[in-house]
């Protein structure tokens, strides 16, 4: 099904949202919770967000007062992928 190879940033972003929503579909969190680690900043990192947006793997759910982010199925699944990688290490 998945014929892109994501690159070290964007599994990096992934596997940070993964957290901080606790591997939950449903939990929509700010950017600063997921993007605040200093390899997570600058212009090669909002291009691998934007690009994850692209591709699926993230979904932006904007609320009242800021922009939410969220695993869509795409990323949920590579999540678990790089879960087992880790554990597997």
């Not at 892109?4 to 969190?29: D, M, P, V």
């Not at 609320?63 to 982010?69: D, I």
């Given at each position: 099904m ?71 199925e ?16």
């Amino acid at each position: 099904m998945n014929d892109i190879e994501l690159t070290e940033i964007q599994k990096l972003i992934l596997y940070s949202l993964c957290r901080a929503t606790q591997g939950g579909k449903g939990s929509h969190i700010p950017k600063p919770y997921f993007m605040g680690k200093p390899r997570l900043q600058g212009h090669k990192a909002e291009k691998a967000l934007r690009d994850l947006i692209a591709l699926n793997y993230i979904l932006k759910h904007p609320t009242g007062s800021e922009m939410t982010y969220a695993l869509d199925e795409r990323g949920l699944e590579e999540c678990r992928k790089l879960r087992e990688r880790l554990k597997a290490l």
